[in-house]
């Protein structure tokens, strides 16, 4: 098991994750089509080249998806009760096929649980970063993380 258990975690931790992953045509397009997004931008080449990106853009909640999983393996892996939630999403840059997308996290809150003394939940903030160093994606997730001596 690679992730942490609540107690194990202080403000202020910061994670590169190992993992990599460069977008390919062929996850664009499955994860386009399995979720029924219709949006050209991601599935039309020539209207993606009219477009002011020039060529297809990669389904942003791919993106969202990709960052989280990247940070999967080091955070919750084995120790996560449930997700709580994603809040402040953003994506301050396209990503296009052929991007080599890794993420990077940060522990920005820590709080007791209410109503489960086993656990607590731990607020993380995830960054994914292209080949350029630039982020792509950012977002905050809580999640309910179990006790190591629980």
């Known amino acids: 098991m690679a992730g942490k258990y609540f107690d194990e975690w202080q403000i202020g931790d910061t994670l590169a994750h190992d993992i990599r992953r460069t977008v390919t045509e062929t996850d664009n397009l499955l994860f386009t089509t399995m979720t029924h997004n219709p949006q050209p931008l991601h599935l039309d080449i020539e209207a993606a080249k009219a477009s002011e990106f020039g060529q297809i853009l990669v389904n942003g909640t791919f993106t969202f998806s990709l960052m989280v999983g990247l940070s999967v393996g080091d955070t919750t892996l084995g120790t996560l009760v449930a997700n709580l939630g994603y809040d402040k999403l953003v994506m301050p840059k ?26 607590g939940i731990v607020t993380f903030l995830h960054r994914a970063i292209n ?6 994606c950012q977002c905050e997730r809580s999640a309910l993380i179990k006790k190591k001596d629980a």
Request: hydrophobic share 35%.
């Open 131 to 136: 080949q350029q160093g630039e982020i792509v």
């Open 94 to 119: 396209p990503v296009f096929i052929g991007d080599t997308l890794r993420a990077e996290s940060e522990v920005i809150g820590l709080k007791e649980s209410k109503s489960r003394p086993n656990a």
